[in-house]
């Protein structure tokens, strides 16, 4: 099914027309499609959810070797391709909806009884971030998360402080969950071709975060302040940015950063999300509940 020609002849006996605003990228890859599973560690008790499913190629890898496969799928339009690819799958469900709206929780509770599930996906590049985003932040019972995306999103998931690709996505993801590298992919994998290369990575969610929730969200707000102006010293930026600034004057950023140890001089790019959750701790006790 997952030749070049397989993948034509099902295309065109449903007449399905791509949609580049959906960023439609098909693999046809066995190995790829195994790498993917492999990282992932499926287990044959695990449940899965699939964002994306497309024609279904990983959807059968999937099903394969776990207990239970949901996958999301925004297009309606590749549902009758999906009911024969995966006619012989009887722990496969598709569900119509779009990741970002649809209510994650009550699926979870439906098909995995609110049992701990594992995410797989070959994401779309124009929404990745908000994705891996939805899962990090939420209350969902996942263990971790299989993705692939573009080369250059991994590579600024995975980037060092001090490097070009730190920055605020980096920061965050670190915070939610251990990151690990998969496997790299070229755009000859998949149909159509993209114009740009992939990666396969994993995040393993974290038991537990450094911060509370008050102090977690001076801690977002100091990563925006930080990344929104790479050229500012810490202490410019933080002290002008408008939801810190409200907090304190320069003198008070300051006393702030002298008490996490912290060089007011460095740039926000040279900080770990370690150094910045102490940032935020350090402003948490030294703010009443109603600052926040």
């Known amino acids: 099914m997952i030749s070049p020609s397989q993948v034509k002849k099902l295309l065109d ?21 195994n790498r993917i599973v492999e990282g992932a560690e499926i287990k044959e008790d695990d449940n899965v959810l699939e964002v994306g499913p497309g024609i279904g190629s990983l959807t059968r890898a999937l099903a394969r070797v ?4 949901v996958a999301v799928e925004i297009d309606r339009a590749l549902f009758p391709i999906l009911d024969e ?9 598709i569900i119509h909806g779009d990741i970002l709206k649809i209510d994650l929780g009550k699926i979870m509770t439906e098909y995995f009884e609110g049992e701990p599930f594992k995410v797989v996906a070959n994401l779309p590049y124009y929404i990745t971030s908000p994705i891996l985003m939805t899962f990090l932040e939420s209350d969902l019972p996942y263990e971790d998360i299989t993705v692939m995306v573009q ?6 998931i995975m980037a060092t ?6 920055g605020l996505l980096t920061v965050a993801i670190n915070y939610y ?3 690990f590298f998969i496997a790299k992919v070229p755009p000859s994998v998949f149909m159509p071709r993209p114009k740009v290369s992939s990666q396969v990575i994993k995040l393993v969610r974290k038991a537990d975060h450094m911060l509370d929730k008050s102090a977690e969200e001076l801690f977002f707000q100091v990563i925006k302040a930080a990344f ?10 933080l002290s002008s940015y408008p939801s810190i600034k409200k907090i304190g004057d320069k003198v008070y950023i300051r006393e702030i950063l002298g008490k996490a140890n912290i060089d007011p001089a460095r740039r926000g790019e040279t900080l770990d999300y370690e150094e910045f959750a102490c940032i935020a701790q350090i402003l948490r006790q030294h703010l009443s ?3 926040i």
Do not use: M, W
């Open 13 to 33: 006996r449903h007449g399905f027309q791509l949609k580049r605003s959906l960023g439609q990228n098909f693999l046809i890859d066995a190995n790829i499609l």
């Open 66 to 69: 776990c207990a239970k496969v």
């Open 85 to 93: 690819t995966l006619k012989d799958y009887d722990n496969a469900y």
């Open 151 to 156: 080369s250059e999103v991994a590579d600024r």
């Open 161 to 166: 402080p001090g490097t070009k690709d730190y």
């Open 177 to 179: 969950a251990e990151v």
């Open 228 to 237: 929104s102006k790479r050229r500012k010293t810490l202490l410019n930026a």
């Open 289 to 291: 509940p109603y600052d």
